[in-house]
């Protein structure tokens, strides 16, 4: 039997190439050449740019999507739902004239205050407060908004209403019964109670000073 002695295994890390008769030994992973490959260092920092820029472009259209979605707040739609608080009026003699103020606050969609009657008064002319040459007038207004999901103020000042030609003498302490009519809501009957001048300039102070 003839034995066959096996070639010699080469190693992977080399080849021999012939070039011009001359033999050469050629390394098949040659080191690498500068300005041509990038260690691990710097091969992790190229990922981290890659993988920063992908989240930033998935992540900004969702956020732009969902500022467009939610937008401002809208206020409220439908029928009024309106509340009145706090209401008064100043003391006077009869057949003088007296003001009412009071806050409105609403909950539902807009309205508008267009008139008030008491049985006290010949007459209930709503008024705005307005600055001219240095003073304050009162002008006669047809009505007074009240937006939806806000709240408007009856106040010295600013807008109020004028109850002229009082039939009794209104005495601090004493209550007022008015309506209030809405351009879309029910009338709704408020009982103010009567102040004395110091004491409306109390509530001046404190609307103006909240601080105990």
Do not use: K, W
């Not at 992977?12 to 070039?19: A, E, L």
């Not at 407060?129 to 003073?135: K, S, W």
């Not at 007022?176 to 004395?196: H, I």
């Amino acid at each position: 039997m003839t034995s066959v002695t096996p070639a010699p295994r080469r190693s992977p890390r080399c080849r021999r190439r012939t070039r011009g008769g001359h033999t050469e030994v050629v390394d098949p992973h040659p080191p690498d050449e500068p300005g041509t490959t990038m260690g691990p260092a710097e091969r992790r920092g190229v990922l981290r740019v890659i993988i920063g820029f992908a989240v930033v472009a998935v992540v900004l259209p969702v956020v732009g999507l969902l500022v467009v979605l939610r937008g401002d707040d809208p206020a409220p739609s439908g029928p009024p739902e309106l509340v009145v608080d706090g209401p008064y009026v100043t003391a006077a003699d009869v057949g003088g004239v007296s003001a009412l103020y009071l806050e409105i606050a609403n909950g539902g969609g807009a309205d508008r205050l267009v008139g008030v009657t008491s049985p006290v008064a010949g007459q209930a002319v709503l008024h705005a407060t307005e600055a001219r040459d240095g003073l304050l007038l009162m002008v006669p207004i047809e009505g007074l908004p009240v937006a939806a999901g806000g709240a408007t103020s009856l106040r010295p000042g600013g807008a109020h209403v004028m109850l002229v030609g009082l039939t009794v003498a209104l005495e601090p302490g004493d209550e007022v019964v008015a309506e209030l009519r809405f351009e879309r809501a029910a009338p709704v009957t408020v009982r103010a109670v009567v102040l004395s001048p110091a004491e409306v300039l109390d509530r001046i102070d404190a609307a103006e000073d909240p601080r105990p």
